[in-house]
């Protein structure tokens, strides 16, 4: 990774903070241009101890060290974080924000922390922690094309990156890439499940569902094909793959799959209301 000679600051050094961070000095940015804050001290500390990047117990400190900020706090907490730092940054206007908080719209951004403020949001997901993230973007009017190619730079280090054009398309990725963890879990462990049912045990039933999920993940990844037709490759006709998948079918996976997007993109849209 090329070292671009912006100072970035972390607000907030949670566990994504960590991951992010680990991915960049791994990847080659100098530790010495990030930095960090957070009100405990066991966060920050094991990210100098680990990267050997600079620390502080005070946003405003770090974020007026910095070009680019990093809002990686709650939610809940962000109205005072960036009211905070707006009366207390300075030329906060040249910085760029970035923010990884769920469910606040750009919007928002504006009223908290003035209507030139360049502000982009990130939705990682948790996968990111293991280097396997899926990052959906958006930025405001105010973000040039500069910033967006160091945006992405950024959370290349922790995965794959996706620019959206709205809130709504957010939404969306959200609700399948920020929770479709949590979907393959459930499909997974309802697989152990069966194979436990049928005699396996849960250590040995685990070890089957996970390298099969790897290794249908990487026939993915590496093939040009559409995923239907790789589901086919597979299904022999009148063979036993081919049976399970009528069961699937009857039960319209497809439809259930809707359902729980639409579910979840409606709940993102409700919780975007609270801020």
């Given at each position: 990774?090329?070292?671009?000679?912006?100072?970035?600051?972390?607000?907030?050094?949670?566990?994504?903070?960590?991951?992010?961070?680990?991915?960049?000095?791994?990847?080659?940015?100098?530790a010495?241009?990030?930095?960090?804050?957070?009100?405990?001290?066991g966060?920050?500390?094991?990210?100098?101890?680990?990267?050997?990047?600079?620390?502080?117990?005070?946003?405003?400190?770090?974020?007026?060290?910095?070009d680019?900020?990093?809002?990686?706090?709650?939610?809940?907490?962000m109205?005072?974080?960036?009211?905070?730092?707006?009366?207390?940054v300075?030329?906060?206007?040249?910085?760029?924000?970035?923010?990884?908080?769920?469910?606040?719209?750009?919007?928002?951004?504006?009223?908290?922390?003035?209507?030139?403020?360049?502000?982009?949001r990130?939705?990682?997901?948790?996968?990111?922690?293991?280097?396997?993230?899926?990052?959906?973007?958006?930025?405001?009017?105010?973000?040039?094309?500069?910033?967006?190619?160091?945006?992405?730079?950024?959370?290349?280090?922790?995965?794959?990156?996706?620019?959206?054009?709205?809130?709504?398309?957010?939404?969306?990725?959200?609700?399948?890439?920020?929770?479709?963890?949590?979907?393959?879990?459930?499909?997974?462990?309802?697989?152990?499940?069966?194979?436990?049912?049928?005699g396996?045990?849960?250590?040995?039933?685990?070890?089957?569902?996970?390298?099969?999920?790897?290794?249908?993940?990487?026939?993915?990844?590496?093939?040009?094909?559409?995923?239907?037709?790789?589901?086919?490759?597979?299904?022999?006709?009148?063979?036993?793959?081919?049976?399970?998948?009528?069961?699937?079918?009857?039960?319209?996976?497809?439809?259930?799959?809707?359902?729980?997007?639409?579910?979840?993109?409606?709940?993102?849209q409700?919780?975007?209301?609270?801020?």
């Amino acid at each position: 990774m090329t070292n671009p000679p912006r100072q970035i600051a972390f607000i907030g050094a949670g566990n994504m903070t960590q991951s992010i961070i680990g991915g960049m000095v791994k990847n080659g940015y100098s530790a010495s241009a990030i930095y960090a804050s957070n009100p405990s001290a066991g966060k920050l500390e094991l990210l100098q101890s680990r990267w050997q990047v600079n620390i502080s117990h005070d946003n405003n400190e770090v974020a007026n060290a910095a070009d680019t900020i990093v809002l990686a706090v709650k939610p809940q907490l962000m109205a005072e974080v960036c009211r905070d730092l707006h009366k207390q940054v300075t030329n906060l206007n040249d910085k760029l924000i970035i923010t990884i908080a769920a469910g606040i719209r750009l919007e928002t951004y504006a009223d908290y922390l003035g209507r030139q403020a360049r502000v982009v949001r990130v939705m990682p997901n948790t996968p990111s922690l293991v280097g396997k993230g899926m990052s959906g973007l958006l930025a405001n009017a105010n973000v040039s094309i500069t910033d967006q190619d160091f945006v992405t730079t950024i959370f290349q280090q922790v995965g794959e990156t996706l620019w959206v054009s709205n809130e709504e398309q957010l939404d969306i990725f959200t609700a399948i890439a920020g929770s479709g963890p949590a979907y393959f879990f459930e499909f997974m462990a309802s697989l152990q499940q069966a194979a436990v049912a049928l005699g396996f045990n849960p250590e040995h039933a685990r070890r089957i569902v996970e390298q099969t999920a790897l290794g249908a993940a990487t026939m993915a990844i590496d093939s040009d094909l559409e995923l239907t037709e790789l589901r086919q490759q597979v299904t022999s006709k009148g063979g036993s793959t081919a049976k399970a998948i009528e069961v699937y079918q009857a039960s319209d996976l497809a439809q259930i799959s809707a359902k729980a997007v639409a579910a979840a993109v409606h709940r993102n849209q409700e919780m975007a209301k609270l801020f």
